[in-house]
């Protein structure tokens, strides 16, 4: 599994659970263990519809494919394209928490999203720099979503893969002492 199939996970945990499909789902992430380290990790997040007082809501999400040029970089339309869907995730100007996962070679593709969300007149509250090199690209996303579920406010997390698999979607967390529907 690499980065971004985690929260595809989510993605279609989400879906099932607006149309329906189920009531209760369950994304996971697992990763093997990284050479020169002893252990893998593992990551689980369960998602409800039944709950009465969510944490968070999954707002929206894409999945795009990135492919790359001879050089490794990331083919400038396709890159372009696939930002401009990430950015209209944040619905516009204003506030967003940013979370981005993902190997040194999909730096590129960190840039050029906070880029346009900056062209897009939206403010990074919470910039966290870039998890790139991460040793768990899939187990990471799975874990900054749930780090921003119970966090007030529009959060963004991203995975890309250094095979050029891009996913990002947007949680609408509910802080403490917030009303939470």
Do not use: K, N, W
Not at 26 to 39: D, N, R, Y
Not at 59 to 68: I, L, N, W
Not at 137 to 159: F, W
């Amino acid at each position: 599994m690499g980065s971004g199939a985690s929260l595809e996970a989510v993605l279609f945990a989400a879906a099932a659970l607006r149309r329906g499909r189920a009531s209760r789902v369950l994304a996971t992430a697992t990763e093997e263990t990284v050479v020169g380290q002893a252990l893998g990790g593992a990551a689980a997040l369960v998602l409800d519809s039944s709950t009465t007082a969510p944490l968070g809501v999954v707002v929206d999400g894409v999945s795009r494919f990135v492919p790359a040029r001879a050089d490794g970089t990331p083919q400038p339309s396709a890159l372009a394209a696939a930002v401009r869907r990430v950015t209209a995730l944040a619905a516009g100007p204003g506030e967003l928490r940013y979370r981005f996962c993902g190997p040194v070679d999909a730096t590129p593709v960190d840039t050029a999203i906070r880029t346009s969300l900056a062209s897009a007149r939206v403010t990074l509250t919470d910039p966290a720099g870039p998890s790139v090199g991460a040793e768990f690209g899939a187990v990471s996303p799975l874990l900054h979503v749930a780090e921003s579920l119970p966090a007030p406010g529009l959060t963004m997390v991203v995975a890309a893969s250094g095979a050029g698999h891009l996913v990002a979607l947007t949680l609408q967390g509910a802080g403490p002492g917030e009303a939470r529907e």
